[in-house]
């Protein structure tokens, strides 16, 4: 078994940004934070579904640079492999939300950059899959 916490997560831009939880060979599970204007890359993952569940805000979510969302608490999506996903906060708050990755597949992540009224970027082939990973062992959370 694995265990987290989001208390004092790392995120990639200090307080905002992606930050996992939890990292394992079946899943990753992590945290989004978007403060108001901030925006998270457009991106793929060729080998992996990705699961949203909004815990507090509202955001955009554009899937495949053509549907968009308004996403608010309580609110849950999946994008499959190869479906271009781009958030961005237009609200005066601050926006989380967990995501959910699986097959765990680091280094999957495609960015696409692309913001609405740019063309569609082409998604690059699917490459061989990667070797399945092992399992790790959990560290206490707290």
């Known amino acids: 078994?694995?265990?987290?916490?989001?208390?004092?997560?790392?995120?990639?831009?200090g307080d905002h940004g992606p930050a996992y939880v939890i990292q394992g060979?079946?899943?990753?599970i992590g945290v989004l934070r978007l403060r108001p204007g901030d925006d998270m890359t457009n991106h793929i993952h060729h080998f992996c579904d990705e699961s949203f569940l909004v815990?507090?805000?509202?955001?955009?979510?554009?899937?495949?640079?053509?549907?968009?969302?308004?996403?608010?608490?309580?609110?849950?999506?999946?994008?499959?492999?190869?479906?271009m996903h781009y958030f961005v906060n237009e609200s005066d708050a601050p926006f989380r939300?967990?995501?959910?990755?699986?097959?765990?597949?680091?280094?999957?992540?495609?960015?696409?950059?692309?913001?609405?009224?740019?063309?569609?970027?082409?998604?690059?082939?699917?490459?061989?899959?990667?070797?399945?990973a092992s399992p790790t062992t959990a560290t206490p959370a707290h």
Request: aromatic share 10%.
């Open 1 to 13: 078994m694995q265990c987290g916490c989001t208390e004092h997560l790392e995120y990639r831009f």
């Open 25 to 28: 060979a079946t899943s990753d």
């Open 55 to 83: 815990m507090e805000g509202r955001c955009t979510l554009w899937v495949n640079c053509r549907d968009r969302y308004e996403i608010g608490p309580g609110d849950v999506y999946r994008c499959g492999p190869a479906e």
């Open 97 to 132: 939300m967990f995501f959910i990755k699986s097959p765990a597949s680091p280094g999957d992540t495609v960015n696409l950059p692309w913001r609405p009224g740019d063309p569609i970027p082409a998604v690059p082939p699917t490459p061989e899959p990667p070797a399945p």
